[in-house]
């Protein structure tokens, strides 16, 4: 299994600034996932972060808006730069780990808790 | 186009009955199906992975079943508890890549 802690939980910021969000897991992995949940909605994923190479971003999600640093196997931050309450919702890190079974051996997904962000 | 829906989109029972969510997909090629609980506030858990050969899942009180045919899998939830309040999401995912198409997700509500 994997355990994810993100930082900060929640935040209130004002339109204009920028907020980073810290995502730390208990093990290292290959490739870690940054998601937006807006209210009432599905996951969305934003970007792919590997390890040394530059983040792969999602159709409609750019660097310059949500960019991301993935310093060693266990950490990651995505930033939200230049907010605005469009951006208000819940940002989710998430990882992929094996999981061996008795017949087979499959990948699981594991999400941290979240961050809550308001935009005013 | 790759998609996922879910019905009903919410949903209100009482403990100890039980419910069955639906989940239909267009996603190909298929490689894996899962269910997940998101408790408010929290990230989403995994509850059961099933590939194309596999038809039914269970997790304790979750069973999950998938056929492959028609491109449709349900949860059912056995004996409910309060504790099973929480949003239920179906994701699929295709084969060769790391994306997974997430649905809107079941909100289901256990009642005392």
């Known amino acids: 299994s994997a355990v994810i802690s993100q930082k900060p939980s929640r935040d209130i910021c004002q339109r204009g600034t920028s907020l980073t969000i810290q995502c730390q897991v208990d093990?290292?992995?290959?490739?870690m996932f940054w998601y937006r949940q807006q209210p009432g909605q599905s996951l969305t994923l934003i970007a792919t972060?590997?390890?040394?190479?530059?983040?792969?971003?999602e159709s409609g999600f750019v660097i310059d808006k949500f960019p991301i640093s993935r310093p060693n196997l266990t950490f990651s931050t995505l930033t939200v730069s230049n907010m605005s309450p469009e951006d208000s919702s819940i940002y989710l890190c998430?990882?992929?780990?094996?999981?061996?079974?008795?017949?087979?051996?499959?990948?699981?997904?594991?999400f941290g808790p979240g961050t809550r962000l308001l935009v005013l | 186009k790759n998609q996922v829906e879910q019905s009903p989109q919410s949903l209100i029972i009482l403990e100890g009955k039980n419910c069955t969510l639906q989940?239909?997909?267009?996603?190909?090629?298929?490689?894996?199906l899962r269910w997940y609980k998101q408790d408010t506030g929290r990230g989403p858990v995994s509850l059961t992975i099933?590939?194309?050969?596999?038809n039914t899942k269970s997790n304790g009180r979750y069973t999950a079943t998938l056929d492959a045919d028609t491109k449709q899998s349900s949860l059912h939830i056995t004996a409910s508890q309060l504790s099973d309040s929480a949003s239920y999401i179906c994701?699929?995912?295709?084969?060769?890549?790391?994306?997974?198409?997430f649905g809107t997700g079941t909100r289901l509500k256990v009642l005392a």
């Open positions: 972060a590997n390890q040394g190479s530059e983040a792969t971003y």
């Open positions: 989940c239909n997909y267009t996603v190909s090629p298929f490689s894996n």
């Open positions: 994701v699929v995912s295709a084969s060769g890549t790391y994306k997974y198409i």
């Open positions: 099933m590939t194309f050969s596999e």
């Open positions: 998430s990882v992929e780990k094996g999981l061996a079974g008795p017949s087979n051996f499959q990948e699981t997904q594991y």
């Open positions: 093990s290292q992995v290959t490739m």
